[in-house]
Each structure stands twice: as structure tokens, then as C-alpha cells.
């Protein structure tokens, strides 16, 4: 059987983190388009060349060159019995994209949700920690206001498409959190 889920949640909220240790348990592969970008960055690969200063201004990447590299992606063998999306979709047109690619339904949509306090908190922290090239407080504040006004709506789109969304509180310590996410998947 396979397990085909998206993962949602704000920058900040723990979403890779989680999404990292679910797609484990799960036995299928994590797809993170942030990190897939990253690495075109890194490479210097045409596609590197178009994001860099899209991410780094914490816009979205445009949605024909991210469609296509999930695409490409969902293609590759490791795929063909399910995955955990991370980062993508991040707006309605993406998610239809995706609806007229996929050859089989989606399982479940995660949410992971944290007040927004918390969330600028995590971020400065974790740009201190790591220096990520997109994590000053302005690139924050762009990618928290994206995520409210074109990637939260994703919640209704696909409760009204049928698919289920899992609304986990994602307050608190990893493995608190990770408790919850975990309990979310046999839930009903
Ligand atoms: P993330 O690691 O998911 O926070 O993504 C980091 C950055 O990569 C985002 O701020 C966007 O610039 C870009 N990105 C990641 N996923 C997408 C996507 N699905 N659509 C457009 N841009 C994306």
C-alpha cells in the first residue's frame, strides 16, 4: 500500500523537521522542494541560476519551473508507491497542477500549525544558527505573509476535493509535536 501526503505548515513551524521524521516512519521518500531548490542553487544549474535571488527576496520560485521539477521528481521509481510532499504545493495553482499529474488520489494532507509569535521567534533563531542566505527578518516576514495569503487557502482546497487534512498543533518540543503527527495518521 502506498501513502501519498502533503505537508503544510508556516516556515518556522517545524515542518521539515516533522515532515523528515514522518516520511521515515512512513517508508517513503521526502520531498522537500526548498531543499531541492537549494541544491539547484548550490549546483549552479539553469534552474539554480532562475531562483537564487527569487529565494533570497523569500517570493516564490515561479510555479512552471517548480511544477516541473516535482514532476520530474514524482516520475523517479522511489515515488511510484507514495511520498510526503514538504514546501509544495504552496498555492491553488500548483495544487491543480499537481491534481492533473497525479495518477493516484492523495491520502492525507498534514497542517502544522503555530502561532505567529512563535514562528518569527524560531526564524530568528534559526537564522543565527545557520546563516541561511533567505533568513533576515524582512525575507521572514515576506515568506510568513506569502504563506497566510496563498498556501493556508490549500487547507479548504482540498477539504472541498475530498482529501482529509490532519490539523496538528505544532506547539512545543520535537518529539511532543512529532507524538502528534504520528497519532494524526491513525486517526480516522
Ligand atoms: P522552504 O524550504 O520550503 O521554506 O523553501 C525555501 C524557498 O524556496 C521559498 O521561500 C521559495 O522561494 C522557494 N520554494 C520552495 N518551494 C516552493 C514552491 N512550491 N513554489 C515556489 N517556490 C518555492
Same mark, same amino acid.
Given at each position: 500500500m502506498g501513502l501519498r501526503l502533503i505537508f503544510l505548515g508556516p516556515q518556522g513551524s517545524g515542518k521539515g523537521t516533522q515532515a523528515s521524521r514522518l516520511a521515515r516512519l512512513m517508508g517513503v521518500p521526502?520531498?522537500?522542494? &526548498?531543499?531541492? +531548490?537549494?541544491?539547484? !542553487?548550490?549546483? &549552479?544549474?539553469? $534552474? #539554480?541560476? *532562475? %531562483?537564487?535571488?527569487?529565494? =533570497?527576496? &523569500?517570493?516564490?520560485?515561479? /510555479?512552471?519551473? !517548480?511544477v516541473a521539477m516535482v514532476g520530474e521528481r514524482l516520475s523517479q521509481p522511489d515515488a511510484k508507491c &507514495?511520498?510526503?510532499?514538504? #514546501?509544495?504545493?504552496?498555492? !491553488?495553482? =500548483?495544487?491543480?497542477? +499537481? /491534481?492533473?499529474? $497525479?495518477?493516484?488520489?492523495?491520502?492525507?494532507? !498534514?497542517?502544522?500549525?503555530?502561532?505567529?509569535?512563535?514562528?518569527? *521567534?524560531?526564524? $530568528? +533563531?534559526?537564522?543565527?544558527?545557520?546563516?541561511? %542566505?533567505?533568513?533576515?527578518?524582512e525575507g521572514i516576514s515576506r515568506r510568513l505573509e506569502i504563506y497566510w495569503e496563498e498556501t493556508a487557502p490549500l487547507s479548504g482546497y482540498y477539504a472541498n476535493t475530498g482529501v482529509a487534512v490532519r490539523v496538528v498543533d505544532g506547539f512545543g518540543g520535537i518529539d511532543e509535536v512529532f507524538a502528534r503527527v504520528a497519532l494524526s495518521m491513525a486517526v480516522e
Open positions: 521526502h520531498i522537500s522542494t &526548498g531543499a531541492m +531548490l537549494r541544491e539547484a !542553487v548550490a549546483d &549552479g544549474t539553469e $534552474l #539554480g541560476r *532562475k %531562483a537564487d535571488a527569487i529565494m =533570497q527576496a &523569500g517570493d516564490l520560485v515561479p /510555479d512552471d519551473l !517548480v &507514495g511520498y510526503l510532499l514538504d #514546501g509544495f504545493p504552496r498555492n !491553488v495553482a =500548483q495544487a491543480e497542477a +499537481l /491534481d492533473a499529474v $497525479l495518477e493516484d488520489p492523495l491520502d492525507a494532507v !498534514v497542517r502544522l500549525d503555530v502561532p505567529h509569535e512563535e514562528l518569527m *521567534k524560531r526564524m $530568528l +533563531l534559526r537564522a543565527e544558527a545557520e546563516g541561511r %542566505a533567505d533568513d533576515t527578518e
